[in-house]
């Protein structure tokens, strides 16, 4: 391979990774909880990523292949310390009224607190396929699961977050949701 053909390939390597940036961060978040941590996944990602390049043999699959080397460090991160992560107080900065911002912000914290009590392989496998969308194939790709797998913690995650989230939820509206959902199933 000539020199031009090794550049472009580094240069098309390079603008696929910055491209993922954005998507590794979202989940480096929604694994960590913390905006530093998840900084530091990427980076560590990223860095590996650059180093290990020839190992990817088909470049159309680079979100996967970043997916599972993030997926590794996350696991070396939690093997290194114990899980002690405090949650992030994010500024939501809108144009509605303050009872509204407000309202979100709290079931924003409901749903972060509910997703951190998740053991981490649901929690893995419910930030890849509602929140980044991976279909089933491609979450047991990265994370190196059997789809059935997938599947199974997927519906586990979510029947628990759901459990969670009702029990989390503040009491004047308790007697609604079940009221509610007690009319839907007659």
């Known amino acids: 391979m000539n020199p031009f053909e090794v550049l472009c390939k580094n240069r098309e390597f390079e603008q696929a990774l910055t491209k993922s940036r954005e998507r590794l961060y979202r989940i480096a978040f929604a694994w960590s909880h913390s905006p530093d941590i998840a900084d530091d996944l990427v980076q560590e990602t990223c860095s590996k990523a650059l180093r290990q390049r020839k190992q ?6 680079i979100g ?3 997916f599972r080397i993030m997926k590794n460090s996350w696991h070396d991160h939690l093997r290194g310390k114990k899980e002690t992560l405090e949650f992030d107080e994010t500024l939501h900065i809108d144009e509605q009224t ?9 079931t924003v914290q409901r749903v972060r607190q509910a997703m951190q009590a998740l053991p981490i392989g649901q929690r893995e496998v ?3 396929v509602d929140l980044e969308r991976c279909s089933y194939a491609e979450v047991a790709e990265i994370l190196e699961i059997p789809a059935g797998t997938v599947m199974s913690r997927l519906c586990r995650a979510r029947r628990q977050l759901k459990e969670l989230l009702l029990d989390q939820a503040p009491s004047q509206n308790k007697g609604a949701e079940v009221v509610s959902l007690r ?3 007659q």
């Open 56 to 61: 990817l043999r088909d470049p159309e699959s």
């Open 64 to 66: 996967p292949w970043l």
């Open 98 to 106: 303050p009872e509204t911002v407000n309202s979100r912000y709290e």
């Open 126 to 128: 419910l930030a890849l």
């Open 183 to 185: 009319r839907k199933k």
